[in-house]
């Protein structure tokens, strides 16, 4: 879905209202602090931060933005850290539109959706795995360290990362050595893999635009 199909999609529900719609990462969460959407509609390829970056963001944040995950991606351990993070709704793009307005409408009554084939059960085997505490190295990174590495691996040159996030390129070149000395990455071909297997940038292949759309649901007497 382009976003401006996905605008119209949400815009056709009479519940819903859109009220933003956002561009990159970085983008939406300015807008989520200025707006305060009941629904965030969120791609987890969304460039200059991706979508699971965005909801820990929110996350931390406290944010009562309710999360819905959109996505070509078919991994259940994307859908189980999404939810780890706060995300109430994963929906494959491929699910076509019936499934995301559903999505959204649990989100608002606080409730779980998954598009098919996730399963419940399979997602109770995949927390109950988290618990276990498995540490993951990319954690330790800062909030910073974390855009600069996305937006490097999105192909982004240091003088347009300095631009986007306000920092000089030294700083961003600072950031970027920080990041990969504490992932174990020796190249910028290291770096752009592991941003795959992280589900960060699409793999080779299954690239398609990042979309972002937020909604709204009107009260009503």
């Known amino acids: 879905m382009i976003r401006q199909g996905l605008k119209a999609l949400l815009e056709h529900e009479p519940e819903f209202v859109v009220v933003g719609e956002a561009g990159d990462g970085i983008e939406t969460l300015?807008?989520?602090?200025?707006l305060k959407p009941d629904v965030l509609v969120l791609d987890i390829g969304i460039p200059g931060l991706g979508g699971i970056e965005v909801t820990r963001e929110l996350q931390r944040r406290s944010t009562k933005t309710r999360i819905v995950i959109l996505t070509m991606q078919?991994?259940?351990?994307?859908?189980?850290?999404a939810l780890k993070l706060?995300?109430?709704?994963?929906v494959l793009?491929?699910?076509?539109?019936?499934d995301l307005v559903k999505a959204i409408?649990?989100?608002?009554?606080g409730r779980h959706f998954l598009s098919s084939p996730f399963s419940d059960l399979a997602i109770r085997?995949?927390?109950n795995h988290s618990k276990s505490g498995v540490f993951d190295v990319y954690d330790t990174l800062t909030?910073?360290?974390k855009q600069v590495f996305q937006l490097v691996a999105e192909g982004c040159t240091n003088s347009l990362i300095a631009k986007r996030l306000s920092i000089s390129q030294r700083t961003v070149e600072v950031?970027?050595?920080s990041a990969m000395r504490k992932l174990g990455l020796h190249s910028h071909v290291d770096l752009v893999s592991y941003a795959m297997r992280k589900g960060l940038i699409p793999q080779r292949g299954r690239s398609g635009p990042a979309n972002s759309g937020r909604g709204r649901r009107e009260n009503r007497p």
Not at 74 to 81: C, G, I, K, Q, T
């Open 30 to 34: 300015r807008l989520v602090d200025t």
């Open 74 to 81: 078919d991994d259940e351990s994307f859908v189980v850290e």
């Open 86 to 90: 706060g995300a109430l709704g994963f």
């Open 93 to 98: 793009k491929q699910s076509g539109s019936t």
């Open 105 to 109: 409408r649990e989100a608002m009554a």
């Open 125 to 127: 085997q995949y927390l």
């Open 143 to 145: 909030p910073r360290e």
């Open 175 to 177: 950031h970027r050595a």
